[in-house]
């Protein structure tokens, strides 16, 4: 299977394409990150991340897109971008009939490290272990997206998206239930 994970985001789209192989163990095909400048309007950047994403799909013809999925922030700019971005990354997918499975960043930490509470350091050195890496990818948001594919790779259920393969995990139910919680003590 190859799996190309997405660790969305407006300024710096982590993209990270992995093989799995034999023995619950996975190759990296190839990493980067998609920038796009600060200084130039939303629909312009969304349009060029767009366009890249689109040609790292053609290019690396994944099995699965998995993406992190978008929590709760503080910062509304900053959520605004990653959702607007991970949307991109579905319906890329979407337009090549690849499907897309959504994983959360504790889902994603604890595939990765055995805790949802490692920190980027962490997360970037058990990437480069379970790649083989001489060194851990950076910037964190390559590693990001790596870790996002191996998660996949180890957790292929995550949340597919469409139809009748939709399915939560027991985590993703819990974040679930505690954004419905937080909603309801805003209102």
């Not at 190759?27 to 939303?42: I, N, Q, R």
């Not at 970037?124 to 790596?146: F, G, H, K």
């Amino acid at each position: 299977m190859r799996v190309f994970g997405v660790d969305p985001g407006l300024t710096r789209c982590g993209v990270g394409v992995v093989d799995q192989l034999s023995g619950r163990r996975a190759a990296l095909v190839d990493v980067g990150v998609l920038t796009s400048p600060a200084e130039t309007s939303v629909d312009l950047r969304l349009l060029q991340i767009d366009q890249r994403l689109g040609a790292w799909m053609d290019e690396h013809v994944p099995d699965v897109v998995a993406v992190e999925r978008v929590f709760a922030q503080n910062n509304v700019p900053t959520v605004m971008g990653t959702a607007q971005v991970a949307g991109l990354a579905m319906v890329a997918a979407a337009r090549r009939g690849i499907p897309v499975a959504l994983h959360t960043p504790s889902e994603v930490k604890a595939a990765v490290t055995g805790s949802g509470r490692a920190g980027k350091e962490q997360v970037q050195r058990m990437v480069a272990q379970i790649l083989s890496l001489a060194e851990p990818p950076r910037p964190a948001d390559a590693a990001d997206a790596l870790a996002i594919a191996i998660c996949h790779l180890w957790r292929p259920g995550g949340a597919l998206q469409g139809g009748d393969r939709h399915q939560l995990t027991a985590a993703q139910r819990a974040w679930a239930a505690a954004e419905h919680t937080a909603r309801r003590g805003k209102r």
